[in-house]
């Protein structure tokens, strides 16, 4: 074996052991509650605004791109899903971090294009960042309903959230992991159920 070569295979099965477990025990109702929770958006013309912190923002934005491009133009003949990510614009999120404070950037954001009925999903790993429960709080308080996508126990975003999913695992990587998945997994329910009822008609 070449010098400094290192077998690390048991802790790679170990990784994707954990990433196995936390798979297994999602709770089906609440991604079917999720699901049901969009597709009402999507029907009703209602925007549907997501935001997260670093690995979660990346997830945000993927959402934004699976449900606007992958589901809407898969589907000519359904209403398009009208997603936003509050943390897409850079120079609109350091304004507001700069000016105001980075608590409040997403809710700032989120006043301008905010109507009652709108959704509101907050992705967080601990469930416990401040600017993603301010913004919740906004919607809760003004018509919206409101999702959290959590890891950890859900901390204080599963508490306030109409709806929630929680990775249940305390392990942000795995947690991260685990909302990517979630975003492919729905996208992927949504689209071939639309698929299936066009060749249904």
């Given at each position: 074996m070449t010098a400094g070569y290192k077998n690390l295979t048991g802790q790679v099965d170990a990784y994707i052991e954990r990433v196995r477990a936390a798979l297994s025990n999602l709770d089906r109702m609440e991604i079917n509650a999720f699901i049901n929770a969009l597709?009402?958006?999507?029907?009703a013309g209602r925007q549907i605004f997501i935001m997260g912190n670093g690995g979660s923002a990346s997830t945000a934005s993927h959402f934004v791109c699976d449900f606007n491009k992958g589901v809407s133009y898969a589907s000519p003949d359904k209403p398009r899903f009208k997603f936003i990510c509050l943390n897409d614009s850079v120079s609109q999120l350091s304004a507001y971090a700069n000016d105001v404070g980075y608590e409040d950037a997403f809710l700032e954001s989120l006043k301008n294009f905010f109507n009652p009925g709108d959704v509101v999903i907050g992705i967080s790993g601990s469930g416990n960042s401040k600017n993603i429960l301010n913004a919740v709080e906004y919607a809760n308080a003004n018509g919206g309903l409101t999702i959290g996508i959590t890891g950890y126990?859900?901390?204080?975003?599963?508490?306030?959230?109409?709806?929630?999913?929680?990775?249940?695992?305390?392990?942000?990587?795995v947690s991260e992991d685990i909302h990517m998945i979630l975003d492919h997994l729905v996208m992927s329910v949504v689209r071939d159920e639309d698929l299936r009822e066009r060749n249904l008609a």
């Open positions: 597709e009402r958006a999507r029907q126990d859900g901390g204080r975003l599963r508490e306030m959230a109409s709806l929630s999913v929680n990775a249940k695992i305390d392990d942000m990587q």
